[in-house]
């Protein structure tokens, strides 16, 4: 029987991030299109946002936002032009444009929307071939259950992605059948941010997912491995005061120092603690898009082997 492995978690939790470490080879050159797509696109909504948030833009970029808005995203671009990247270039450079891409970046948590944008003059090279980075901090959402076959460590693996947004979780049901361990993730930084879908703070949506996904009947014996990903975001930036504001039985740390690790066992505990007392969980903490801090482990009792990373 072969091990399959189910990919589990809220939309942008990182599942299909995990997907692609199993997969990434030979097949760089198919993300390119996607990738240049998402670039656009991040800039076009930073464009729509700026009014909201009341940034203005310098006037003599106004061209360039013209140029932007009126480069059309749906479906894949296969290259960039000379004046669309010319565009975002200059765009980046505005103070107001970079302000718009900071708050993006951290409180609509599409994360990777900066490091493309910064990135353009790569993207928009002619011999451009997307890096490991390049593909893992790609996002595309994930619509229905994606299943892929990989070799891994002497190992046939079928690993089953699925669409964490609320519209595709009614479809997880049907991967549930013949698994050998779910991984579900949760976004570290899910905290800081609502759900496009409503007003919801994210880790809370997060956080219910698990409650009812950890005890359903029909995953009674699959194994249960919890990444609590993005690690290196909710190191980063975290904000001790939305912490608290959003858990309010939190209890801040007297003693200043490690305030991330400190609520980050605060979170696995209250996630443990939706666990009947039979099922055993694994709980890892990791960045999935961070290639280096991956590393190969077999866990015990366990006939899957996982990529987990070992440095917290
Ligand atoms: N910085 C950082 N970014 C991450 C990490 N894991 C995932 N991401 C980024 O977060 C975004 C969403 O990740 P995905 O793997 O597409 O999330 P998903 O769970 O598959 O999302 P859906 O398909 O919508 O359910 C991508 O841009 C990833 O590059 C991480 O550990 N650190
Ligand atoms: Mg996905």
């Avoid at 669409?163 to 930084?189: I, Q």
């Avoid at 899910?190 to 698990?210: C, I, K």
């Avoid at 309010?248 to 007297?254: G, I, K, Q, S, W």
Wanted: aromatic share 10%.
């Amino acid at each position: 029987m072969p091990v399959k492995i189910l990919l589990l978690g809220s939309g942008q939790s990182g599942k299909s991030t995990i997907l692609k470490q199993f997969e990434i080879s030979d097949v760089r050159s198919e993300f390119k299109s996607s990738i240049f797509s998402n670039v656009v696109a991040a800039m076009r909504t930073i464009l729509k946002m700026m009014p909201e948030l009341d940034i203005g833009l310098d006037f003599r970029n106004d061209r360039y936002r013209e140029i932007i808005l009126g480069t059309e995203t749906m479906g894949e671009i296969d290259s960039l032009s000379r004046g669309v990247s010319r565009a975002i270039k200059m765009l980046c450079q505005d103070p107001g444009a970079q302000k718009a891409i900071s708050y993006f970046s951290r409180h609509e948590l599409s994360n990777s929307a900066e490091y493309f944008l910064y990135s353009i003059e790569r993207l928009a090279a002619e011999n451009y071939v997307p890096t490991t980075e390049d593909i893992l901090l790609l996002r595309v959402k994930t619509t229905g259950i994606y299943q892929k076959e990989v070799e891994f460590d002497g190992q046939t693996l079928i690993v089953c992605d699925t669409g964490g947004e609320r519209s595709e979780r009614k479809k997880w049901v049907h991967g549930f059948p013949g698994t050998t361990a779910v991984f579900f993730l949760v976004a570290l930084n899910d905290y800081q941010g609502t759900l496009e879908e409503n007003e919801e703070n994210r880790m809370d949506e997060s956080f219910a997912l698990w409650r009812d996904i950890v005890k359903h009947d029909s995953l009674k014996s699959a194994k249960f491995i919890l990444l609590f990903n993005k690690l290196d975001l909710f190191v980063r930036h975290f904000e001790v005061d939305t912490f608290s504001a959003v858990f309010p039985d939190y209890e801040t740390p007297t003693i200043p120092g490690n305030e991330a690790l400190k609520a980050l066992t605060y979170l696995r505990l209250k996630f443990l603690a939706q666990v009947h007392s039979e099922r055993e969980v694994y709980t890892y903490e990791v960045s999935a898009t961070d290639t280096d801090q991956f590393r190969c482990k077999r866990l015990p009792d366990y006939q899957v082997t996982v990529y987990i990373a070992t440095n917290v």
